[in-house]
């Protein structure tokens, strides 16, 4: 079995649905957004705190739902600390662009990690579970950056 | 394209699933284990043959073509209606082809429901309907202002009968739409006497066969219903093509669902006249080759015949809940009496849309989420569970497989 | 399995026969002239082994199945679903799965005339419709208090677009529903002309492209249709499948027509959430493999090309009206500018349906009868016609063993 | 054409729907019956006389429609005619019967024109064209027995 678990349920899959890194909530909220799959009870609740130029400084998800949709809201934790909201949105778009392709993005570090998702492709019924943390990523920079901005 | 035989009542695994092409098929470079028959049953080769032998060789359109490829096409689903008839005890214009169970629950909502029911009167259902026996009473609650009311089934599963009596106890209800067996729970629910105590408050009684129809000879006579419903896909026929009966005094009431070619007596463009049922239901072109086709499933399971279906399954059934239940963790969903082939459960902290991913990695097909019985789910307190079924051509060897395909991902997640 | 191939704009016919295992055939021991394609189309080898291939390989019911076999047919009817908005020009949203043609225009009678049409809105049909496109909008008329009017169609076969004008003028009318290729005549519409006109009116235009789908490149941008509708079986493909193209905009308004799995967001026994569009519409197991012989049907006749099937039935239509009205005491009806391979006709005191058995007879077949257009025979002064059409495996020689045929049956009433 | 003729459209059928014996109206009417198929415009009006004892003195009908149509109202009147009504009702279920099942009833010598029409029976659409002036027939048989002894 061990091999066969390789194309989709990756190690690192396993180990973040199991012990996520990112969980929890934060005590200051600069922006957050909820998804849910009422098809599978998947959901999904996330935190964003903001430094200065729209960089993400803190980061938290609470999630509820099946390992695919645990891990990827928790590695999308990984990829958004530090970084700017603008590439954030770019990941995002990139990330969705590999669920429906199968094909990892090229240069794009993040995605040393991210491709251990590339093979949720082949089950167009699991891609909703892959994607939904970074759709609700989606809404929360938008409502961050009106918030800033406008 | 050998027909299986049954042989003391116990039935010839082997040799039906001959009949199968698709059994031979590997999945991830592993044997196909199918435990997803609920969902949608496997064509036996009889029926495949059947379809393209009408294409290639007596196709065209029914009712009045006057010429010889008409005639002999139309003679062909008629006498699927036919043969749908005899398979439940009907009279043939009982009989409404229509495409699944789902649009034979709406038609009679659209035209029973809008014609017979009036604000104040409720109809009941449980509280295991597929989807399919609930939305549609939901959408002519609110288009015809009429009470939808649910009635509660047990912590095992099964109609609880003193609430069905509160629900009826105002004479208000005046159908009782209910499953013959629940597509979560295997339950079979005992319609002649769910009958019996609607009929005498008064209501009539609409049941949802998809799922028993496969397991069970049905006789709507003796069950004395006044609406049964099934999907031909489930009953190892063909996609596109599903069956409402009907009482025949009932049909010859309703008005018509869809309108155009094939259910009118006669039109102008003032005013039309309705055709007789069963045609005053089945408007423009109908699935020819799919009725075809059913009706060549129906031959092939009356082949085999249902007191051999009826113990395989129960032995199977046996062998399922005896397996599954000894691993630790796995938790089974409703334990009826009268269950039959679908074992639905939950595993621990494991989210059973991984169960079945990590199951199908291994060549084992079976469905998770909520079965469209979502409100059920959460009547057990689960947002949804994975699920095996089984049909005539499952074994308990596939069973096996299972277990041991359960234990496997359980390491995975260990 | 050859998928014929176009020559320089024009058909290659006898390569295209072989691709039809029916044309082998005989009946009553003379070789088959199948002359009814109207009513219903033959089919080629590619897509009765496509059915084959799906049910003996990939079967499995659709979404979220979650295991290889259902993954794999879902995705195979999705891709039929592409291929079907790809041959409309549409989005994928756009494209309704639904049985035929008649329940696409039930669909927006039901859900769009519910909703969107109030007592004093007016619904416009032509003199020329197929019941199909009248019977609904009857059946709304009784049940919403609208108003149903009928624009004239000319002596030759044509909308009058003087009544037209009379019809709009009150700018009551919302909907404009009208065929896009007369079943009976033969005539084409103007549907851009017609689209712009309703448009300028405040109406929307559902055209039912039964007829025309199969013998033109439709692009429903380019026509600027709120609503279009075929049936799989006329075009080459199986029967139980049929399709509706609504406008993104207007599906999205749209409520539900049928109730059931699939076509739900959430759903508790109290109530249920709708599903965007196109699931919104397509409650309960579709007709699978049906949707997937519909889109090799649609790959089939794109190989071909419409430049050479329209082509192809411009000169079998000009040789049929030339041969056809050579014979004495034949009145072909309708004689519409633009119009196609349909030729209805009578012959003097010989009935319909004699001429439509004596023809069979011959091997010839052909319909008789008032074609599903009862009032617009009557319009004609008729009670019934014979009714010759064709397909893009029909030969002039066939055209020519009709009229030899029509020669000899009159002798036999001599 | 002629031998494939033979089984459905035989002589006597093509003769009496080109020159019905019976065609025209009674003037004196004891009982008569309409029938019609929407379907195809066929259209029967039977009429009959009686003499003492039920027995069928005077038959016309009045007959639009295809040339089975016309041609089995026109021999429905050479069987009837000298014939007691219960016994004509007994050809109508005989004939109603070969439509259905394509055999030629035996021991019934009204057979003898009538068979004719068993080729019928492998065209299902055409069986309500050779039936229905059989069924205005018994409808019309019914009213004259109503009156008479009722
Ligand atoms: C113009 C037209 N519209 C609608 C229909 C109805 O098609 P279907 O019976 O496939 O629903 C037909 C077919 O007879 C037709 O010719
Ligand atoms: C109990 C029950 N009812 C109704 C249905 C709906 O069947 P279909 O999707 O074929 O209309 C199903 C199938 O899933 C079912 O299991």
New interface residues.
């Given amino acids: 079995?061990e091999d066969?678990?390789e194309d989709?349920?990756q190690h690192l899959i396993?180990e973040r649905?199991?012990a996520p890194h990112h969980a929890g909530r934060l005590v200051h909220i600069d922006g957050e957004a909820e998804g849910n799959n009422?098809?599978?009870?998947d959901q999904v609740h996330l935190m964003f705190a903001r430094g200065d130029g729209d960089v993400v400084q803190e980061f938290a998800h609470q999630t509820h739902?099946?390992?695919?949709?645990i891990a990827s809201a928790d590695l999308l934790g990984d990829v958004v600390l530090g970084r700017h909201l603008d590439e954030i949105t770019s990941t995002v778009d990139a990330f969705e662009e590999m669920i429906r392709t199968g094909v990892r993005p090229t240069r794009r570090s993040e995605f040393d990690k991210l491709a251990a998702f590339a093979g949720v492709h082949?089950?167009?019924?699991?891609h909703r579970?892959a994607t939904l943390a970074w759709q609700a990523a989606r809404t929360a920079i938008i409502r961050m950056m009106e918030a800033h901005h406008g | 394209m050998s027909v299986a035989t049954a042989l003391s009542g116990c039935l010839d695994v082997e040799r039906i699933r001959e009949d199968f092409p698709i059994l031979a098929e590997r999945v991830h470079d592993k044997p196909l284990v199918y435990l997803d028959s609920a969902a949608s049953a496997q064509k036996p080769r009889v029926v495949i043959d059947v379809m393209a032998r009408a294409m290639e060789k007596q196709y065209a359109n029914v009712h009045r073509g006057l010429h010889w490829l008409s005639e002999r096409c139309s003679d062909a689903y008629e006498g699927a209606r036919d043969k749908v008839a005899r398979f439940l005890n009907a009279e043939r214009e009982e009989i409404v082809f229509v495409r699944n169970a789902t649009e034979a629950i709406n038609l009679v909502s659209y035209t029973f429901g809008h014609a017979a029911l009036e604000p104040g009167n409720a109809v009941a259902v449980s509280q295991m309907e597929h989807h399919a026996n609930l939305v549609p009473w939901q959408m002519l609650r609110d288009a015809r202002g009429i009470e939808l009311r649910i009635v509660k089934v047990t912590e095992c599963g099964e109609i609880d009968f003193d609430d069905l009596a509160q629900v009826f106890a105002d004479r208000r209800v005046k159908l009782l739409a209910i499953t013959h067996m629940s597509n979560v729970l295997g339950t079979y629910t005992p319609v002649e006497r769910l009958v019996a105590f609607a009929h005498a408050h008064g209501a009539q009684v609409l049941v949802d066969g998809a799922q028993a129809v496969v397991h069970r000879r049905v006789d709507v006579r003796a069950l004395d219903v006044d609406f049964y419903v099934f999907s031909g896909h489930k009953l190892y026929g063909p996609t596109g093509i599903g069956v409402l009966y009907g009482r025949r005094t009932l049909l010859q009431s309703m008005p018509p669902f869809l309108g155009g070619g094939d259910m009118i007596g006669s039109v102008s463009y003032e005013r039309s006249t309705w055709a007789e049922p069963p045609y005053r239901f089945e408007a423009g072109t109908p699935a020819i080759v799919e009725a075809i086709g059913l009706g060549t499933a129906i031959d092939y399971i009356q082949g085999i015949g249902f007191d051999a279906i009826a113990a395989h399954e129960r032995a199977l059934t046996d062998h399922a809940l005896r397996t599954l239940s000894g691993i630790p963790g796995l938790k089974i969903i409703g334990n009826a009496q009268d269950r039959g082939g679908i074992v639905a459960f939950t595993l621990n902290q494991i989210h059973a849309h991984d169960v079945a991913t990590l199951l199908d990695k291994q060549g084992i097909a079976v469905r998770a989420g909520h079965h469209c019985a979502e409100p059920l789910a959460h009547r057990f307190g689960v947002d949804s569970t994975a699920r095996a079924s089984f049909g005539i051509y499952t074994t308990s060897a596939e069973i096996d497989l299972l277990a041991a395909g359960i234990e496997r991902l359980k390491k995975v997640f260990s």
């Fill in positions: 079995m066969s678990v989709l349920y396993i649905a199991r009422p098809m599978c009870g739902g099946c390992a695919i949709c082949a089950y167009r019924s699991r579970c």
